[in-house]
């Protein structure tokens, strides 16, 4: 599998503190990877370099072999999904998807129109796409913001954080649908995430960072039965048996 993206010792602090220390990293073509770890480890301030938000200190990042470490966030061919998900609240959900559509590529608006609905059917959003941002649910703002996204066709689509503020229930369909949505169109993922149930359930890799350095970047089942250090045995697994126990504790409460 080819690599789409390279971050090559990369730098960056704060307040005289390494936030990221010197890293070095690549993501294949086509695959979703999942960024986790404890609070305060650097995966946000990755992603705001990764997409041109932050500038690092040091180090460059290569997009399907060209430089674009200075490269504005507009030309970068990325797009970002907030946890917020900074939808137009004046704009119904049609509007939402197609007005980025027809102000970045300058199609007519019934080009970008037909383009935002087959996008919001492909989500099963198309009966909602007269509703505005209020009139929806957590999990519908969610997937208007991903088709949004999709819309201006970017090489790689990063998600910060995007299911924190949503139920147990709606997450785990939301995930399920992230996952199939991403195998159908085959695009490059970049996933943020402190769940690591999630970044386990969604990832074909997933970046393990620790005080700004990555401990591990493998498969889920590789990082499960071969941890490369102590911090990431002991990090994965004790996020797996907190939920075996709040398992048990719902199911003996019930």
């Known amino acids: 599998m080819s690599i789409i993206l390279e971050g090559k010792n ?3 602090n704060f307040n005289n503190k390494n936030v990221l220390n010197n890293i070095s990293f690549s993501i294949n073509k086509g695959e979703l990877t999942s960024i986790i770890g404890p609070s305060g480890c650097g995966k946000t301030t ?3 370099i990764l997409i041109g938000l932050e500038k690092a200190d040091e180090g460059s990042i290569i997009l399907e072999g060209n430089d674009i470490t200075n490269t504005h966030p507009s030309k970068r061919k990325m797009g970002i999904v907030f946890q917020n998900y900074s939808l137009f609240e004046n704009m119904n959900v049609l509007e939402n998807v197609s007005y980025p559509l027809r102000n970045a590529t300058k199609i007519t608006k019934e080009e970008s129109n037909a383009k935002a609905l087959d996008l919001l059917k492909m989500v ?3 009966d909602s796409k007269t509703k505005y941002p209020a009139e929806l649910s957590g999990g519908q703002r969610q997937r208007v913001a ?3 996204t999709l819309a ?3 090489e790689i689509i990063l998600f910060d954080e995007p299911m924190s503020a949503l139920d147990a229930n709606i997450r785990l369909s939301l995930q399920k649908e992230i996952k199939d949505l991403q195998k159908r169109i085959k695009t490059t993922m970049i996933y943020i995430t402190h769940d690591v149930e999630e970044a386990f359930l969604l990832s074909d890799k997933i970046m393990i960072l620790n005080e700004g350095v990555i401990q591990q970047l493998d498969s889920p089942v590789n990082i499960y039965n071969n941890p490369a250090n102590e911090f990431v045995k002991n990090f994965v697994n004790g996020h797996i048996n907190n939920k075996i126990q709040s398992l048990k504790e719902s199911v003996l409460n019930v």
């Open 10 to 12: 990369i730098k960056k």
């Open 46 to 48: 990755l992603l705001r």
């Open 124 to 126: 099963g959003l198309e």
């Open 146 to 148: 991903i088709v949004r």
């Open 152 to 154: 201006l066709n970017p």
